[in-house]
């Protein structure tokens, strides 16, 4: 690897995790800071905010790397750009795809790193954002949630078992109650469904095991008031981003076998491995608009051109810069409409989050084969 290339790949690096990290900080912050209200009350240790703020960080991180990623090769090579580092390539015959190859790579590692940081380590810090705020709260967890079974404790302090749960719908299949006494298990009942009729649950189609009689009843419906509603348990719920793509897989399989469909679920699941690619094509778009500078300014001037801006008054380096942010601005709000769009059911919903990635990859990659040797 010639020297250059170390000297590119080490500043950038260094400029990424100073930038990418100092902005997720800024926001952990910013998200404590939120939350400050609702945890005063309650009089908690500088210890546990602390925790909450640092368990917060690789969530941003995930959702701020590609946007420092844009920057932070926009900054390197703006720079390149102005101190005539690349001209002096050129004039030495140096090729600039052969120079570049490396960060082609670099790309690659980050889409890796940004899958890795999303499937694992998120999910693991989101659960403990979770029970950080329930011990902040003094709230005690009353809910296990795993891959669409519930587990939880009822009023009259029964054991609940429902096999797979549809929060959109306010539906239950396969809802198990375990009564206990001093002595051991009281009673049974088990429902093939429930529906949350405004203040209590109604079960369907139960059976009534009485353990203590030996006696086994069958009942059509009955109103069982002793399992908190959901607005009350939906709290402690994993959320989307408390769950891997496996598990949100397998989720999906089993609302699929009960007969269920969950749209907003199906997008997220796509999203899982769409929204890591854009890492490697903010990279190329980035390293494009400031290496590419001639290019990029030429068609940036065409459409200035009515400002009467001279190519002389507006470094390539600014150029680029403000074409790199307005086309990220662009590609976040076109991420988002079309995810929304898949959400409504308009497109489809394994498609719908790949649309606007594919397209920004095909102006990323264009812009980079454009670049002059």
Known sequence: MLIIQRLYIKEFLKVL?????????????????????????????????????????????????????????????????KRKEIVAIKAAAGKMKTMLSPFVAIGVILTLFAFILGEI??????????????????????????????????????IVRISLYLPDRNISRGVSIFKFDAEGLKERIDAEGAEWEGSAWKLKNITLYEIEKGKTTAIKEMVYPAIESPKIFQEDMWKVEEMTMLELVKYQRRLGEAGFKNIKLIVDISSRLSYPLINLFMLLLGISLSIGGDFAEQRLLKLIASQKIKEGAVGSGIIAAGLGLMISVIYWFGYSLFLSLGYAGILPPIVAPWIVPIMFAGVSVYLYSQIPE
């Open 17 to 81: 995790t100073i930038l990418g990290g100092g902005i997720s900080v800024v926001f952990s912050i910013i998200g404590l800071i939120d939350k400050i209200d609702d945890f005063m009350p309650h009089s908690p240790s500088f210890g546990l905010l602390l925790k909450y703020t640092f368990f917060s960080i690789p969530r941003y991180t995930h959702y701020l790397l590609p946007m420092a990623i844009l920057l932070s090769s926009l900054f390197i090579f703006s720079q390149a750009i």
């Open 121 to 158: 380590i998120v999910p693991v810090t989101s659960k403990k954002i979770h029970a950080i705020k329930n011990k902040i709260t003094k709230k005690e967890k009353g809910v296990t949630f795993k891959e669409g079974t519930l587990y939880m404790r009822g009023k009259d302090g029964s």
